[in-house]
C-alpha cells in the first residue's frame, strides 16, 4: 500500500461510524480530515434514534457531510440498540473485505470489543471521542483522538489571514508516562553512534505500544511535542530528524 508524505501507510476504503448519541457534530469535519490521512471515507454512517428531540441538530450535518443515517429505535428502556447496530454493520463491513480502515466515533467504552476484533484481522482503527472516554477504548483503537482537540485545531486554522495566531494551549499535559513512552520507543529504536534515532521510527514504535495522537496534546507533530518536553535533544539532518534522550 502506498505511504502519505507523513509517512502513515494509506488505505484504500476507510469506513467512518457515527454513534451520535454520545459525540458532537461538530467535530466531522476534522475527523473527515484525520481520517482522509489513511485513505478515501467512502462509507459514513450516522446511527441513533432520530425521534429524539436531542438528535434533531444531527440533520443538516448529514446533508452536508454525505451521511447515511441508521434509524435505531430505542426497543428497551435503559439499553442502547445503536450500540448493537452499528457493531453488527462493522462486522458484516469486515467480513465482505471491502473496508480497509474503520474510524469509530464514540464515547462509549462498550465499543472496546469491536476495536480489539477488527485489529485481530489487521485494520486499521482509529476511534474519537471526548477527554471522558474510558481508558478500555481508547487502548483498543490503533490511534485514540479527542474530538474537542481537533475542533479547537481546527478553529484555530479558520482564522483571518493576517491576523495573529497562536498555537492551541495542549489539552493534557505532556505527563511523564508518555515522556517514559516515548523515551522507550528511543531506547529500542536503531541508534547512531552519537545515540541518535530516526524519529520516524521512534514514532512507529511508540504508535505499536499505545493509541496516543500529538493531537490530543495540542500538536500537529510528534517533533513539536518532543521538543516541548525538554528531555530530548533534536537534530534536523538532511535525510530526515533524528532524537536523542538527554537522560
Known amino acids: 500500500m502506498a505511504r502519505s508524505a507523513q509517512g502513515i501507510e494509506m488505505l484504500k476504503n476507510i469506513a467512518l461510524l457515527i454513534d451520535a448519541d454520545n459525540v458532537t457534530p461538530d467535530g466531522i469535519d476534522p475527523v473527515l480530515t484525520v481520517l482522509a490521512e489513511l ?62 480502515g474503520f474510524g469509530i466515533m464514540s464515547s462509549d467504552s462498550d465499543f472496546t470489543p469491536l476495536a480489539t476484533r477488527l485489529r485481530q484481522d489487521g485494520i486499521t482503527v482509529y476511534g474519537f471521542g471526548d477527554s471522558k ?9 490503533t490511534r485514540f483522538i479527542e474530538v474537542d482537540a481537533l475542533i ?19 489539552k493534557h499535559p ?22 541518535f534515532a530516526r524519529l520516524a521510527e521512534v514514532g512507529n514504535i511508540a504508535n ?12 500537529r507533530r510528534l517533533v513539536d511535542l518532543i521538543e516541548s518536553t525538554g528531555q530530548f535533544k533534536v ?7 533524528y532524537v536523542k534522550r538527554l537522560r
Open 39 to 100: 485513505g478515501q471515507v467512502n462509507i459514513r454512517r450516522a446511527y441513533g434514534n432520530w425521534a429524539k428531540p436531542a438528535l434533531v441538530h444531527w440533520s443538516k450535518h448529514t446533508l452536508r457531510y454525505g451521511l447515511q443515517p441508521i434509524q435505531q429505535f430505542d426497543l428497551t428502556r435503559g439499553k442502547n440498540a445503536t450500540d448493537m447496530a452499528m457493531t453488527i454493520d462493522a462486522i458484516d463491513l469486515l467480513y465482505r473485505g471491502k473496508v480497509d
Open 133 to 141: 472516554t474510558p481508558d478500555a477504548f481508547r487502548t483498543a483503537c
Open 152 to 170: 479547537a485545531a481546527a478553529q484555530g486554522d479558520d482564522k483571518p489571514a493576517g491576523g495573529t495566531v497562536s498555537p492551541p494551549a495542549p
Open 174 to 195: 505532556v505527563d511523564e508516562e508518555i515522556i517514559e513512552l516515548l523515551g522507550g520507543a528511543w531506547k529500542a529504536s536503531k541508534r547512531d553512534a552519537d545515540g
Open 208 to 219: 505499536n505500544r499505545s493509541s496516543f495522537d500529538v493531537r490530543n496534546f495540542g500538536f
Open 235 to 241: 537534530d534536523r539532518r538532511e535525510d530526515g530528524v
